[in-house]
């Protein structure tokens, strides 16, 4: 029997129309439509983004990937999905996995799709781009990303906060992401820097509840989700 093929599928940052016509067609044509499991019995983002889309006959199959940095603990959790999923495939059956925002920045997909390689390089793996949530961000802010010669650095800040002098000194925009637990930390360097009048936090971008939070000279604290992104332009 004939493999299935694995896609992973770029779902958008929240409106469910952000995702492509191809993502969307490779969705609904899938036999088993996968996704992270959400946690504490909630949907997952990626889950919920595509609901409108997932039709009644499609299975799904929801994988666990735990928020922990310990990477023991990851690499089975990697393991069990790429294990799971494989057993699909075996059967000649489509697996669509789907990932919030875009599927080649930072997302579980990529640990899956690698985890699945190594132990069976056999099987086909394609991957449909999509919308990040540094396009999504400025897109509502409706300010340009980079412009000209503009250099851009793009941080997973929870991670990196060392690290953000440096890209201050360095780039035209920076942009932050996982920013939530470190928004406190890193409020003084942005104060420091007089950057404040010129950064924005946007927390679950076109989801229906988004937020903006606009010249941050006010805001030393935020009480921000996970989903929260920070972009800087660094001059004026
Ligand atoms: C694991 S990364 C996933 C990035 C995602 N694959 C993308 O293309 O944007 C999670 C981080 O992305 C940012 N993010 C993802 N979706 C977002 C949204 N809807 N609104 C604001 N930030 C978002 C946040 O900084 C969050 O902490």
């Known amino acids: 029997m004939q493999l299935g093929t694995l896609y992973g599928i770029s779902v958008g940052t929240g409106d469910p129309e952000l995702i492509t016509v191809k993502g969307l067609r490779y969705l609904q044509q899938a036999d088993v439509v996968a996704f992270p499991a959400g946690i504490k019995g909630k949907a997952g983002m990626a889950e919920q ?6 039709q009644n006959q499609q299975a799904t199959l929801a994988l666990d990937f735990p928020y922990v940095q310990d990477n023991v603990t990851l690499t089975q959790a990697w393991e069990k999905a790429a294990e799971r999923v494989w ?9 669509a996995f789907a990932c919030e925002g875009d599927v080649s920045f930072y997302s579980t997909f990529t640990y899956l799709a690698q985890t699945l390689h190594q132990h069976h390089p056999q099987v086909k793996i394609e991957i449909v781009p999509g919308v990040s949530s540094p396009a ?7 300010i340009p990303l980079t412009v000209q010669k503009q250099r851009l650095v793009i941080l997973p800040a929870l991670y990196t906060v060392h690290d953000l002098e440096r ?3 360095w780039a035209e925009v920076v942009v932050l992401l996982k920013v939530a637990s470190v928004y406190d930390q890193i409020w003084p360097i942005l104060q ?3 950057v ?3 950064s924005w936090v946007v927390e679950r971008v076109t989801w229906p509840e ?3 939070y606009a010249d941050l000279q006010n805001s ?6 996970y989903f929260s992104i920070l972009i800087i332009h660094v001059q004026p």
């Open 210 to 212: 988004q937020q903006i």
């Open 196 to 198: 404040l009048e010129r």
């Open 220 to 225: 030393p604290t935020l009480k921000l989700s």
């Open 87 to 95: 057993r699909v495939l075996q059967q000649g059956k489509t697996v």
């Open 167 to 169: 890209a201050l000194d």
């Open 192 to 194: 420091k820097r007089g």
């Open 136 to 142: 999504a961000a400025t897109a509502l802010l409706g």
């Open 49 to 54: 983004i595509i609901a409108p889309w997932v």
